[in-house]
T-cell receptor, first 118, second 112 residues
Framework: AQKVTQAQTEISVVEKEDVTLDCVYETRDTTYYLFWYKQPPSGELVFLIRRNSFDEQNEISGRYSWNFQKSTSSFNFTITASQVVDSAVYFCALTFNAGGTSYGKLTFGQGTILTVHP | DTGVSQDPRHKITKRGQNVTFRCDPISEHNRLYWYRQTLGQGPEFLTYFQNEAQLEKSRLLSDRFSAERPKGSFSTLEIQRTEQGDSAMYLC??????????FGPGTRLLVL
């Protein structure tokens, strides 16, 4: 079975602090994709990044960076110099190749509530 | 390029009533997904379509739930005989084949 665990339920930081959101996943598949989505108070899930299981290169996009380590089944997300607008719920998700059919449903973690105080 | 849209955004109904939600995907996307999200939880998969075909349904989708995508464009999700446990946010997403899923704003359902 596939599972995504986000152990941090809530994180609170002060603006300009760096913050790392943890994500640990379980899957028996060798080919899979990992994602991060942001859900601001408005409720809409906003796509941030997609990474396939064969690409372990870290990625940086502005203040955001992602660290993928297959050895520990982790896909962590760091926000550098956090801002109040980063306050949201962040979800890590996984999709896999189910029995030869192409990737379909996403399996989400429970989310981490990030609050950035001014 | 418009995103995924959902209608209505909010719905309040009494227990036992039927409700129907609509989702319009991004125009060039051939896959459409429905998820349910309860308070404090991540979204849970309900079902998905590729064009008109419903390719997978979750065990969460009881007999009271039915989804359609008759012309491979918009989709509807109907809940019959609503129960208080159906109160949740219903999210729709679309993608081109197995590419990234993009989500709509959701329909928030409250069953009294």
């Amino acid at each position: 079975a596939q599972k995504v665990t986000q152990a941090q339920t809530e994180i609170s930081v002060v603006e300009k602090e760096d913050v790392t959101l943890d994500c640990v996943y379980e899957t028996r598949d060798t080919t899979y994709y990992l994602f991060w989505y942001k859900q601001p108070p408005s409720g809409e899930l906003v796509f941030l990044i997609r990474r396939n299981s064969f690409d372990e290169q870290n990625e940086i996009s502005g203040r955001y960076s992602w660290n993928f380590q297959k050895s520990t089944s982790s896909f962590n997300f760091t926000i550098t110099a956090s801002q109040v607008v980063d306050s949201a719920v962040y979800f890590c998700a996984l999709t896999f190749n189910a029995g030869g059919t192409s990737y379909g449903k996403l399996t989400f973690g429970q989310g981490t509530i990030l609050t950035v105080h001014p | 390029d418009t995103g995924v849209s959902q209608d209505p955004r909010h719905k309040i109904t009494k227990r036992g009533q039927n409700v129907t939600f609509r989702c319009d995907p991004i125009s060039e996307h051939n896959r459409l997904y429905w998820y349910r999200q309860t308070l404090g939880q991540g979204p849970e998969f309900l079902t998905y379509f590729q064009n008109e075909a419903q390719l997978e349904k979750s065990r969460l989708l009881s007999d009271r739930f039915s989804a359609e995508r008759p012309k491979g464009s918009f989709s509807t999700l109907e809940i019959q005989r609503t129960e208080q446990g159906d109160s949740a946010m219903y999210l729709c997403a679309s993608s081109f084949l197995s590419e990234t899923q993009y989500f709509g704003p959701g329909t928030r359902l409250l069953v009294l």
